[in-house]
């Protein structure tokens, strides 16, 4: 193998190395100013919906540094164009139910009083052993102590124990009896 060959495959094209340098920072900045103005909001991760618009930043800062086909400006506009969009749908989310029952799940109930709901677990496909390794991992002993266990709007488990009380459960969908 020569030389030449070893330094393409380690370091590719030094003038492209720049280009990754410079755009780079370059967008990354434009990211911060870009995050900043539309609000902290933008780069949370509150439910699934926001979850995808993030991974969708993220590709898109990456095509931007590491892709010769995609200029600083394209991408700078996409950003632009995402959290802008991702403002737009969280403004009207908060103030239309319509718009926010369209892009947000609502939380539902998996465990109530110390019983499985099994029915709600098979369509929100989860297991009583993933039930159990939140239950450890918010330091539950047993399910018996447990109020209720609710999936929430971004994929989280939330354990309420018995001592807990009901306030927080207002707005979980409850098992049909």
Known sequence: ???????????????????????????YVALVIIVRLSGKRTLSSMNAFDFIVNVAVGSILASTIVSRDVSLA???????????????????????????KAVKSEPRLLCYDGEFLHDAMLQERITEGEIRQTLRSEG??????????????????????????MGSLVDVARPRR
């Open 1 to 27: 193998m020569s030389d030449g060959f070893l330094q393409e495959i380690f370091f590719g094209d030094p003038a492209f190395l720049v280009r990754v340098l410079i755009v780079g920072v370059c967008a």
């Open 74 to 100: 394209e991408g700078v506009l996409a950003l632009g164009i995402l959290v802008v969009l991702q403002y737009a749908v969280s403004w009207s989310s908060v103030r239309s139910e319509r718009v926010q």
């Open 140 to 165: 539950v002993a047993s399910l018996e102590s447990v109020h209720a266990i609710v999936l929430e709007t971004n994929g989280n488990l939330s354990v309420l124990q018995k001592s807990d009380g």
